[in-house]
C-alpha cells in the first residue's frame, strides 16, 4: 500500500487477555519499528527489525511483550495477559533500509484499551 | 543517552501569529539526526524535516521555518502566519547517525501541543 496501515485500529480488551496488532509497513522498506504512545506523552520506543530480526529490542516493557516480523514485511506486536498499564496508542513505522539517512514513516496507530 | 527536551507543553495563539515551538536535545554521538513531526488530532504523526548534525544551515518551507544551533544543542520550528490547519502535537525527535548504537531509534520529546484559534 502507500503507507503505513495497521490492525486494528481500536481494540478494547479485558484484563489479562493476549492482544495482537499487526503492521503493514511501506512496500520495500526492510526497517520496521513499532513504538508506544501513552495519552498526553511522548512516542516511547519497543523494537525495532532489520528483514526479519531484531537487533533492538531494548524498548519492550516487559516479557509479555513480543513481536514477530515475517517475509520482510507483516510485523505483529502481541501482548500477553494485558494490563490497564499497557492502554497506549501502538505504533507502527517503516523506513527504507535504516533509519539514519532515511525517513521513518508513521502508521495511524492501534489504540488499544484495557479494561 | 540521548534526551529531546520540548519545554513548552501547550502554546495558543490567535490565527496569522507567527509561533516558535523550542526543542533542545542531548546527545554523545558526534554525529546524529533530528526530526519534526506533526501529530493532527487524526494521531498520524506527519514527517516534517530531517536535518544531519554536520548541516547548521537553516531551512524554510513554505510557512514552516527551522533554527538548528549546534552551540546549543536546539533545533527550533517556527510558523509563520499560523493557521488553523496547524492545530496539531509537535513532537521534535534525535536519532543516532549510521553506525551507532543509536541509529536504529527515534527519541522523542513529550511533544507541544499547537492550539490556533479564529
Known amino acids: 500500500g502507500a503507507g503505513v496501515s495497521q490492525s486494528p485500529s481500536n481494540k478494547v480488551t479485558e484484563k489479562g487477555k493476549d492482544v495482537e496488532l499487526r503492521c503493514d509497513p511501506i512496500s520495500g522498506h526492510t526497517a520496521l519499528y513499532w513504538y508506544r504512545q501513552r495519552l498526553g506523552q511522548g512516542l516511547e520506543f519497543l523494537i525495532y527489525?532489520?528483514?526479519?530480526?531484531?537487533?533492538?529490542k531494548s524498548g519492550l516493557p516487559s516479557d509479555r511483550f513480543s513481536a514477530e516480523r515475517t517475509g520482510e514485511s507483516v510485523s505483529t506486536l502481541t501482548i500477553q495477559r494485558t494490563q490497564q498499564e499497557d492502554s497506549a496508542v501502538y505504533l507502527c513505522a517503516s523506513s527504507f533500509q535504516g533509519l539514519a539517512g532515511n525517513t521513518i514513516y508513521f502508521g495511524e496507530g492501534s489504540w488499544l484499551t484495557v479494561v | 543517552a540521548q534526551k529531546v527536551t520540548q519545554a513548552q507543553t501547550e502554546i495558543s495563539v490567535v490565527e496569522k501569529e507567527d509561533v516558535t515551538l523550542d526543542c533542545v536535545y542531548e546527545?554523545?554521538?558526534?554525529?546524529?539526526?533530528l526530526f519534526w513531526y506533526k501529530q493532527p488530532p487524526s494521531g498520524e504523526l506527519v514527517f516534517l524535516i530531517r536535518?544531519?548534525?554536520?548541516?547548521?544551515q537553516n531551512e524554510i518551507s513554505g510557512r514552516y521555518s527551522w533554527n538548528f544551533q549546534k552551540s546549543t544543542s536546539s533545533f527550533n520550528f517556527t510558523i509563520t502566519a499560523s493557521q488553523v490547519v496547524d492545530s496539531a502535537v509537535y513532537f521534535c525527535?534525535?536519532?543516532?547517525?549510521?553506525?551507532?548504537?543509536?541509529?536504529?531509534?527515534?527519541?522523542f520529546g513529550t511533544g507541544t501541543r499547537l492550539q490556533v484559534t479564529l
Open positions: 527489525f532489520q528483514g526479519n530480526s531484531a537487533p533492538d
Open positions: 525527535a534525535l536519532s543516532g547517525f549510521i553506525n551507532t548504537g543509536t541509529a536504529s531509534k527515534l527519541t
Open positions: 546527545t554523545r554521538d558526534t554525529t546524529y539526526y
Open positions: 536535518r544531519n548534525s554536520f548541516d547548521e
